[in-house]
């Protein structure tokens, strides 16, 4: 990684190649196999049946800004010519309000559209707080934890909110809709199960529908860009431009030219470290667990 991006420094995926193309595992290490197994899934579909048709041949994305110091932005935007929307990252242990404020302004100084996402990590009372101070968003991305405190912010200011634990993380991904929760359902595909799995759910939620990276290394990116562009309305800007964050990625991937992505082929071409002996055993043990509760009727294994 470029910079600490969700506490870590080095990000690990397991690749496979199937009939229609690679696929990617790399559900974070500290998640269960219960729920690793919606990443499998989501590997196993990539490089099976390919992506779905696509109604369209190129993506708009977002810059992806970390918790970072404000004069570190303008080299971090530098890397997405064109971009006029940029996601920033809020409620890092060790910021201030005023860190916060700074690192927008300074995004802000660049591009016209900002987006924030706190990862849940306030309060009902610090995220009102702070979304009245941060200025106009576009929307703030899970301010809390909860689907209730998301409705509790929502109700109590003029910007929109939107989820994303909310609906990947939860065993209902359609009850906060239900609860009046949110503006925006930003989904991901390999904590979803798949590329068909997200526009199966994107079709049930009467929301905006961002299409948003899990941290994915180029194959997962891609399947992201083929999700989005297969959607039935083009959605605002997605996040599926953090291959950015990394110093080296698996694969070439064609530049975003004026803030879109082309739908694109990706084949690994060996350019990533390849992990040490003691990983590679780690992740093919772990595929052997996750896989064996896909057979053994896991829900993300049914259709």
Known sequence: MRQRFR?????????????????????FTEYDDAEA???????????????????????????TV??????????????????????????????????EVARIEAVRAVVPTVRVDANGKWSVSQAITAIRALGELEYVEQPCASIEELAAVRAAVTTRIAADESIRRAEDPLRVVRAGAADVAVLKVAPLGGMRRVLALAEQIDLDIVISSALDTAVGISAGIATAAALPTAPPACGLGTGSLFEVDVAATPPSVGGVLATPTVVPDGRAPLAAQHRRDWWIDRVRRVHALLADGHPAARS
């Not at 870590?8 to 690679?22: D, M, Y």
Request: no cysteine; proline share 7%.
């Open 7 to 27: 506490g870590i420094t080095v990000r690990e995926a397991l690749l496979f190649e199937g009939p229609r193309g690679w696929g990617e595992f790399g559900a």
């Open 37 to 63: 197994a919606w990443w499998l899934a989501a590997g196993i579909e990539a490089a099976h049946q390919g992506p779905p048709a696509a109604l369209r041949d190129e993506v708009a994305i977002n810059a």
């Open 66 to 99: 970390p918790a970072v110091a404000a004069d570190e932005v303008a080299a971090i935007l530098a890397r997405h010519p064109g971009v006029t929307t940029a996601k920033v990252k809020v409620a890092e242990p060790g910021d201030t309000l005023d860190d």
